[in-house]
């Protein structure tokens, strides 16, 4: 059966405007912190898609982009965020001004991974920019330099965010209600 759509939600936490209005802002911190040079955007499959693709529209400097997949699984009730990658980048990042472009970051472990992995292959510089921080969920520290939305402790839809792989594809960002959560 199909999911519902409109979909269930709570209430809408930024409105299409509201969202483009700061992606416009953010991007333009990324500009200025890299004039003069190119910059490198990694997607991490499949949730910035979207906000990437937003955020690149309003970089003014030469950009490119390139997307990796991670998995993460739970080995034991101990060990919560094993993670590793599914998918690799097409190109190598040695010498290159790269930012990590995610959807949100909650625990951080994932970003921890990839940073890890990412910094021995030799960027120039190495950098995260993501749409929504969840800080509440932080479990390992990760220096996340640009966010557009700090949010509560919400299940939040929208703009690349899923449920069961539905509703990444809302132009705003929504919390869903919590008996469609399943
Ligand atoms: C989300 C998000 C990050 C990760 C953050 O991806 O895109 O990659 O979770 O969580 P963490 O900080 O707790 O590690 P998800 O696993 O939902 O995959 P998706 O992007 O394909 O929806």
Redesign the pocket.
Known sequence: MNPPYPPPIDRVLYTEEQIEQRIREVAAEITARYRDRSLKLIG?????VFFLTALARHLEIPVRVDYLA?S?FSASKSSP?VVRIAKDLDEPIEGDDVLVV??????????RYLLQTLAGRGPNSLGICTLLDRTS?RLVQVPVEFRCFEIGDHFVVGCGL?HKQYYRNLRYLAVLKPEAKG
């Open positions: 991490v499959l499949k949730g910035s991670i993460s965020g995610e959807d949100i970051v909650d625990t951080g472990l994932t970003l969920r899923d």
